[in-house]
């Protein structure tokens, strides 16, 4: 069979991870024509800014594993689909700099445990890496203005930023480069750029996915998680990439790996008029849809639970009347984590080490100054202060027991209701630049993605229109604990039931910047 007379090859961009799984499949296409289709479009798009590190050479070699599992009659579910991994996930073939300078040209001596699960390698689910996605410094930020290497630019507006810290995978998703990758979201940095991308993102409940090998920013939060165009193809990369990891992540859920996509699948056939949401109650938080919310998301969002309640759901009002606090709070934990996380990059164990130095202390000062930009080494004064005698009780034990309490008033909000919604940012994408200066601006752009990162649960951000400038809007579902499955559901009967999911941006087509 020839490969090369494929229909239809000048579109596979198009195609979502299933629908080229399909293809691959049937031999219809190869993962090397696949593979080769993407790489070049992620070479006319570089000026997006999206990734960091591409290898053909690496790639096609993936490649050809996946043509070699598929030829020799193995059929599984994403086998021979491209992906990229957000920079912060360490990999073998490629560098890993976690968009900083500290850690140029790193090269990692194993896989991150996400990596592995979704890779070529024997037990991996066969998807080829087509390169590594620019993101936040240490994945600090909700711009992705705070890589050390160059910003990334929205494909929907290109004078726009992406949203962070998986700014990267949001942009190289909907500007199709990549039918899906993975982001990390620590306070909201899967949800948020989803959000200002137009893409469908889920962060899994905290611990679903191994942290091994994702270089670390407050541990305590980190979570891995998959961004794609639909709740579709985030089930089925979520389904390679959560399970136990008990020998090398003590905090991964004991919870085995689960088939979230079959149960999509098999409720595929939607039917218009249908209420296949019946019995579901989405609450809404009273503080998501306050004053601090911008006209055109709330009417954007309000339209999509709208469209909800004709699926069958009930709306009813729930409290959380912490959310406020839940910026001071994940500002003072977060930055406590990282100043201990980032300690071990001291110029002797790994990345930048200075020139030229006097002694110990000098090379450990310079080597630090000059590998950090500005937010990391403004996150780890705040941490550095907020831990030391005399403030810790004040400002980090206070932190600890209000976080507490915000997943106290989730638990108590979940009695009413099975998914909580309401808006992912309270702005669409902001202009490159807007906020560089004003750091705090930026904080309190994470209002509605904050609390929910704090307690642990699952959320998600799904492709609900657009508002001021055209630019698009997420609608955020939040799950209790474990109920990726249920969120994912109440994601894929709204994308059967509306196409926003499937909008692209004029730009994708040959975005200039
Ligand atoms: N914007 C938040 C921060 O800057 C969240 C980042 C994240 O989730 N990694 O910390």
Redesign the pocket.
Known sequence: MSMNNTPNNTDLHDLGVAELAARLAQREVSSVEVAQHFLKRIQQHEALGAFLAVDADVSLAQAKAADARLAAGERTPLLGVPLAHKDVFVTRDFPTTAGSRMLENYRSPFDATVVARLGVNPGGAGMVTLGKLNC?EF????GNDNSAYKPVHNPWDVSRIPG??SGGSAAAVAARLVPAATG??????IR?PASLTGITGIKPTYGRCSRYGMVA?ASSLDQAGPMARSALDCALLLSSMAAPDPDRDSTSLDLPALDYASDLIAASAHKQGATPLKGLRIGLPKQFFGAGCSADVLQTVRAALADYEKLGATLVDVDLPLTELSIPV?YVI?PAEASSNLSRFDGVRYGHRAAHYSDLNDMYRKSRSEGFGDEAKRRIMIGAYVLSHGYYDAYYLKAQKIRRLIAQDFQKAFTQCNVIAGPVSPTVAWKIGEKSNDPVA??LA?IY?LSS?LAGLPGMSVPAGFGEGGMPVGLQLIGNYFKEAQLLGAAHQYQLATDWHLRKPAGSQGVSV
Do not use: L
């Open positions: 936040d994945a600090m930020g909700s962070g810290s990390t979201d620590t306070g909201g940095s948020q920013f994940y977060a930026s904080y994470d993605t990162s």
